[in-house]
T-cell receptor, first 112, second 115 residues
Framework: TQLLEQSPQFLSIQEGENLTVYCNSSSVFSSLQWYRQEPGEGPVLLVTVVTGGEVKKLKRLTFQFGDARKDSSLHITAAQTGDTGLYLCAGARVGSQGNLIFGKGTKLSVKP | DADVTQTPRNRITKTGKRIMLECSQTKGHDRMYWYRQDPGLGLRLIYYSFDVKDINKGEISDGYSVSRQAQAKFSLSLESAIPNQTALYFC??????????????FGAGSRLTVL
């Protein structure tokens, strides 16, 4: 059973388009993180959200944590070719010593 | 130099061989982790260590063992490699982040192929 369902699995768009990636669960998380991974490299942290309903912005990226702390979304405005990569959500369940459960990832391709 | 260094970066071996993947870090973090990444399955935790004397099994520890030689060093061993252990392996370190979540710094990965 996948505790964190991430969708879509693949996304191919043109430069300048907007997109949203979703991360959903039936479990409550004390916090949720988003990572970005490029080929040949390890994932790199983009953001951590900890409060239900929290919204964080990182330039053209907007991250939201659901009110019930069971889901999150990543919205990219006016995507650029440099946004291409694998986006991973990861959640820390209450009582898990902070250990993260990862979604399967969304592979984003932004074409010029 | 990278904060988290993994060696080797690539390794091809045969079924039944013993393999060790090594990880060293300069972050000064107490917590270290080994994950494996498979296409379509995401990242899964193999083992983790919160300090030199602390070793814990993760989600998929069968067939693997670890050694925490020092605060900065954490190695992963496959005593007798099998083909379904072919994967990309990541070492990571962390300090506690907001709400106690571990904020991970990953190495660049070790690609292991078992024939």
């Amino acid at each position: 059973t996948q505790l964190l369902e991430q969708s879509p699995q693949f996304l191919s768009i043109q430069e300048g388009e907007n997109l949203t990636v979703y991360c959903n669960s039936s479990s409550v998380f004390s916090s949720l993180q988003w990572y970005r991974q490029e080929p040949g490299e390890g994932p790199v942290l983009l953001v951590t959200v900890v409060t239900g309903g929290e919204v964080k912005k990182l330039k053209r990226l907007t991250f939201q944590f659901g009110d019930a702390r069971k889901d999150s979304s990543l919205h990219i405005t006016a995507a650029q070719t440099g946004d291409t990569g694998l986006y991973l959500c990861a959640g820390a369940r209450v009582g898990s010593q902070g250990n993260l459960i990862f979604g399967k990832g969304t592979k984003l391709s932004v074409k010029p | 130099d990278a904060d988290v260094t993994q060696t080797p970066r690539n390794r091809i071996t045969k079924t039944g061989k013993r393999i060790m993947l090594e990880c060293s870090q300069t972050k000064g973090h107490d917590r270290m982790y080994w994950y494996r990444q498979d296409p379509g399955l995401g990242l899964r935790l193999i083992y983790y260590s919160f300090d030199v004397k602390d070793i814990n099994k993760g989600e998929i520890s069968d067939g693997y063992s670890v050694s925490r030689q020092a605060q900065a060093k954490f190695s992963l061993s496959l005593e007798s490699a099998i083909p379904n252990q072919t994967a990309l392996y990541f070492c990571a370190t962390s300090e506690a982040g907001p709400s106690g979540a571990n904020v991970l710094t990953f190495g660049a990965g070790s690609r292991l192929t078992v024939l």
